[in-house]
Protein backbone atom coordinates (compact mmCIF):
# COMPACT_ATOMS: atom_id res chain seq x y z
CA UNK A 1 0.00 0.00 0.00
CA UNK A 2 2.90 2.19 0.71
CA UNK A 3 4.46 1.67 -2.40
CA UNK A 4 1.28 2.12 -4.47
CA UNK A 5 0.79 5.35 -2.53
CA UNK A 6 4.14 6.58 -3.24
CA UNK A 7 3.88 5.91 -6.75
CA UNK A 8 0.24 8.05 -7.26
CA UNK A 9 2.16 10.43 -5.40
CA UNK A 10 4.87 10.60 -7.51
CA UNK A 11 3.35 10.74 -10.80
CA UNK A 12 0.68 13.35 -9.53
CA UNK A 13 3.25 15.41 -8.77
CA UNK A 14 4.70 15.35 -12.36
CA UNK A 15 1.40 17.21 -13.79
CA UNK A 16 1.30 20.31 -11.02
CA UNK A 17 5.35 20.33 -11.18
CA UNK A 18 8.62 20.63 -13.32
CA UNK A 19 10.79 18.23 -14.68
CA UNK A 20 12.95 17.11 -11.30
CA UNK A 21 11.11 19.14 -8.55
CA UNK A 22 8.01 17.08 -8.65
CA UNK A 23 9.83 13.63 -6.70
CA UNK A 24 13.63 13.38 -7.26
CA UNK A 25 14.24 16.99 -5.32
CA UNK A 26 11.30 16.57 -2.90
CA UNK A 27 9.82 13.18 -1.52
CA UNK A 28 12.49 10.57 -3.02
CA UNK A 29 14.28 9.13 -0.20
CA UNK A 30 16.92 7.89 -2.33
CA UNK A 31 17.89 11.37 -4.02
CA UNK A 32 18.84 13.10 -0.07
CA UNK A 33 21.25 10.16 0.47
CA UNK A 34 22.89 10.63 -2.59
CA UNK A 35 23.36 14.09 -2.43
CA UNK A 36 24.40 13.67 1.03
CA UNK A 37 27.26 10.73 -0.54
CA UNK A 38 27.71 12.64 -3.85
CA UNK A 39 29.48 15.82 -2.94
CA UNK A 40 32.90 15.05 -4.07
CA UNK A 41 32.66 14.35 -7.97
CA UNK A 42 35.51 12.97 -10.34
CA UNK A 43 34.14 14.09 -13.53
CA UNK A 44 30.94 15.55 -14.48
CA UNK A 45 28.46 13.31 -17.24
CA UNK A 46 26.74 15.08 -19.99
CA UNK A 47 22.63 15.24 -18.45
CA UNK A 48 20.90 12.36 -20.23
CA UNK A 49 17.56 13.34 -18.22
CA UNK A 50 17.02 17.37 -19.19
CA UNK A 51 17.45 18.53 -22.50
CA UNK A 52 17.08 22.37 -21.95
CA UNK A 53 16.90 23.61 -18.13
CA UNK A 54 13.89 25.63 -16.80
CA UNK A 55 15.35 26.23 -13.18
CA UNK A 56 13.23 23.40 -11.65
CA UNK A 57 15.10 23.10 -9.00
CA UNK A 58 17.27 25.29 -7.25
CA UNK A 59 19.86 25.48 -6.57
CA UNK A 60 19.48 22.30 -9.33
CA UNK A 61 21.39 18.65 -7.65
CA UNK A 62 22.52 17.62 -10.50
CA UNK A 63 24.46 20.54 -11.78
CA UNK A 64 25.77 22.34 -8.47
CA UNK A 65 29.54 21.95 -8.53
CA UNK A 66 30.08 19.58 -4.77
CA UNK A 67 26.60 19.93 -4.20
CA UNK A 68 25.21 18.33 -0.31
CA UNK A 69 22.02 18.58 1.54
CA UNK A 70 23.20 21.91 2.89
CA UNK A 71 23.54 23.87 -0.30
CA UNK A 72 20.02 24.18 -0.27
CA UNK A 73 19.26 26.64 2.57
CA UNK A 74 16.74 29.36 1.59
CA UNK A 75 13.69 27.84 3.89
CA UNK A 76 13.49 27.17 7.01
CA UNK A 77 12.38 23.46 5.99
CA UNK A 78 15.30 23.09 3.82
CA UNK A 79 17.18 24.18 6.62
CA UNK A 80 15.68 21.57 8.77
CA UNK A 81 15.78 18.98 5.93
CA UNK A 82 19.48 19.46 5.92
CA UNK A 83 19.80 19.17 9.51
CA UNK A 84 17.95 15.76 9.44
CA UNK A 85 20.20 13.93 6.57
CA UNK A 86 23.40 15.53 7.25
CA UNK A 87 23.01 15.68 11.35
CA UNK A 88 20.86 12.90 11.74
CA UNK A 89 21.10 10.18 9.65
CA UNK A 90 24.56 8.83 11.24
CA UNK A 91 22.76 8.65 14.41
CA UNK A 92 19.43 7.04 13.08
CA UNK A 93 21.08 4.66 10.96
CA UNK A 94 22.98 3.72 14.49
CA UNK A 95 19.70 2.98 15.85
CA UNK A 96 18.00 0.90 13.02
CA UNK A 97 20.30 -1.86 13.00
CA UNK A 98 19.72 -2.22 16.82
CA UNK A 99 16.24 -3.00 16.20
CA UNK A 100 15.42 -6.18 15.25
CA UNK A 101 12.69 -6.95 12.32
CA UNK A 102 9.26 -6.63 13.97
CA UNK A 103 6.59 -8.69 12.45
CA UNK A 104 3.07 -7.53 14.09
CA UNK A 105 3.10 -3.77 13.57
CA UNK A 106 -1.22 -4.19 14.83
CA UNK A 107 0.41 -3.85 18.42
CA UNK A 108 1.20 0.39 18.76
CA UNK A 109 3.83 -0.52 21.65
CA UNK A 110 5.62 -2.48 18.58
CA UNK A 111 5.76 0.47 16.09
CA UNK A 112 6.91 2.70 18.68
CA UNK A 113 9.57 0.25 19.35
CA UNK A 114 10.71 0.25 16.12
CA UNK A 115 10.97 3.45 15.62
CA UNK A 116 11.98 4.50 19.30
CA UNK A 117 15.84 4.18 18.79
CA UNK A 118 16.44 5.39 15.54
CA UNK A 119 14.83 8.65 16.47
CA UNK A 120 16.46 9.19 19.58
CA UNK A 121 19.98 8.05 17.57
CA UNK A 122 19.01 10.82 15.57
CA UNK A 123 18.67 13.10 18.03
CA UNK A 124 21.72 12.33 19.71
CA UNK A 125 23.50 12.52 16.18
CA UNK A 126 21.84 15.85 15.69
CA UNK A 127 22.66 17.35 18.97
CA UNK A 128 26.60 16.14 18.37
CA UNK A 129 26.33 18.39 14.71
CA UNK A 130 24.67 21.91 16.10
CA UNK A 131 28.05 21.71 18.64
CA UNK A 132 30.85 21.08 16.29
CA UNK A 133 29.00 23.26 13.75
CA UNK A 134 28.62 26.27 16.12
CA UNK A 135 32.71 26.38 16.34
CA UNK A 136 33.41 25.96 12.59
CA UNK A 137 33.86 28.70 9.96
CA UNK A 138 32.04 27.82 5.77
CA UNK A 139 35.43 25.67 5.27
CA UNK A 140 35.48 23.70 8.40
CA UNK A 141 31.83 23.75 8.32
CA UNK A 142 31.77 21.42 4.69
CA UNK A 143 34.77 19.19 5.99
CA UNK A 144 32.04 18.61 9.40
CA UNK A 145 29.83 17.68 6.43
CA UNK A 146 31.79 15.46 4.84
CA UNK A 147 32.49 13.86 8.03
CA UNK A 148 29.00 13.14 9.02
CA UNK A 149 28.62 11.66 5.57
CA UNK A 150 31.04 9.41 6.19
CA UNK A 151 29.81 8.21 9.59
CA UNK A 152 26.28 7.82 8.08
CA UNK A 153 27.94 5.17 4.95
CA UNK A 154 30.59 3.68 7.51
CA UNK A 155 27.90 3.05 9.95
CA UNK A 156 25.32 1.32 7.02
CA UNK A 157 28.15 -0.90 6.04
CA UNK A 158 29.53 -1.88 9.00
CA UNK A 159 26.29 -3.51 10.58
CA UNK A 160 24.40 -4.34 6.77
CA UNK A 161 27.67 -6.60 5.22
CA UNK A 162 27.98 -8.51 8.33
CA UNK A 163 24.04 -8.95 8.12
CA UNK A 164 23.94 -10.22 4.79
CA UNK A 165 26.49 -12.50 5.25
CA UNK A 166 24.66 -14.34 8.19
CA UNK A 167 27.02 -13.03 10.89
CA UNK A 168 24.52 -10.16 12.15
CA UNK A 169 24.32 -10.19 16.05
CA UNK A 170 20.60 -9.90 15.86
CA UNK A 171 19.22 -13.47 14.35
CA UNK A 172 18.29 -13.69 10.54
CA UNK A 173 17.87 -9.81 9.67
CA UNK A 174 18.64 -9.08 6.20
CA UNK A 175 20.26 -12.31 5.37
CA UNK A 176 21.27 -12.91 1.63
CA UNK A 177 23.30 -15.66 2.08
CA UNK A 178 24.84 -17.20 5.27
CA UNK A 179 28.68 -17.75 4.87
CA UNK A 180 28.78 -18.34 8.80
CA UNK A 181 29.74 -21.92 8.05
CA UNK A 182 32.39 -21.19 5.23
CA UNK A 183 34.44 -18.28 6.34
CA UNK A 184 36.20 -17.31 9.82
CA UNK A 185 34.53 -13.81 11.24
CA UNK A 186 37.83 -11.89 10.86
CA UNK A 187 37.36 -11.89 6.87
CA UNK A 188 34.23 -10.02 7.08
CA UNK A 189 35.57 -7.63 9.67
CA UNK A 190 38.89 -6.65 7.37
CA UNK A 191 36.56 -6.03 4.16
CA UNK A 192 33.93 -3.77 6.12
CA UNK A 193 36.96 -2.08 7.92
CA UNK A 194 38.55 -1.89 3.99
CA UNK A 195 35.24 -0.57 2.73
CA UNK A 196 35.06 1.89 5.42
CA UNK A 197 38.56 3.31 4.65
CA UNK A 198 37.47 3.74 1.07
CA UNK A 199 34.74 6.12 1.72
CA UNK A 200 36.38 8.01 5.01
CA UNK A 201 39.25 8.40 2.64
CA UNK A 202 36.92 9.24 -0.12
CA UNK A 203 34.34 11.47 1.66
CA UNK A 204 36.69 13.41 3.83
CA UNK A 205 40.70 13.14 2.36
CA UNK A 206 40.29 12.97 -1.31
CA UNK A 207 40.71 17.01 -2.79
CA UNK A 208 37.07 18.29 -3.55
CA UNK A 209 37.27 18.96 -7.37
CA UNK A 210 34.59 21.96 -8.58
CA UNK A 211 32.72 19.55 -10.00
CA UNK A 212 28.85 18.91 -10.48
CA UNK A 213 27.32 15.14 -11.15
CA UNK A 214 26.16 16.52 -14.27
CA UNK A 215 26.90 18.99 -16.61
CA UNK A 216 23.66 21.18 -17.01
CA UNK A 217 21.82 21.76 -20.13
CA UNK A 218 21.68 25.66 -21.73
CA UNK A 219 18.64 27.24 -20.13
CA UNK A 220 15.63 27.52 -21.83
CA UNK A 221 15.20 31.03 -21.79
CA UNK A 222 18.34 31.56 -23.41
CA UNK A 223 17.50 29.17 -26.13
CA UNK A 224 14.00 31.06 -26.63
CA UNK A 225 16.59 34.84 -26.94
CA UNK A 226 18.58 32.96 -29.46
CA UNK A 227 15.78 31.74 -31.59
CA UNK A 228 14.34 35.07 -31.57
CA UNK A 229 17.18 36.91 -32.11
CA UNK A 230 18.31 34.28 -35.26
CA UNK A 231 14.22 34.98 -36.69
CA UNK A 232 14.92 38.57 -36.28
CA UNK A 233 17.73 38.42 -38.34
S1 LIG B 1 19.31 20.86 -15.09
FE1 LIG B 1 17.70 22.42 -14.84
S2 LIG B 1 15.82 21.39 -15.53
FE2 LIG B 1 17.35 19.79 -15.16
S3 LIG B 1 17.02 19.15 -13.02
FE3 LIG B 1 18.57 20.78 -12.98
S4 LIG B 1 17.40 22.66 -12.63
FE4 LIG B 1 15.94 21.11 -13.31
Redesign the pocket.
Known amino acids: LLLMLLIAVGITMGFFF ?4 AW ?2 TLCPIHHVEKLYGGKQLFSLP ?1 A ?2 T ?12 TPNFHPGKAHKSILQKINALLIIGGFPGFIWGWFQVPDVYDTTIPIQLFNVYALPWMGAAGSIILFLCLISFLDKKSADVLIQIFAAAAVSTYYWYRIPELFGFSKIGKDGLLISLKNTLPEWVITFLVILLISVFVWWLVFNKTRHKSW ?1 I ?2 V ?2 KRKEQAFHSLNKQ
Open positions: DWKSCSNHCECVNCSLPCPDSLRPFA
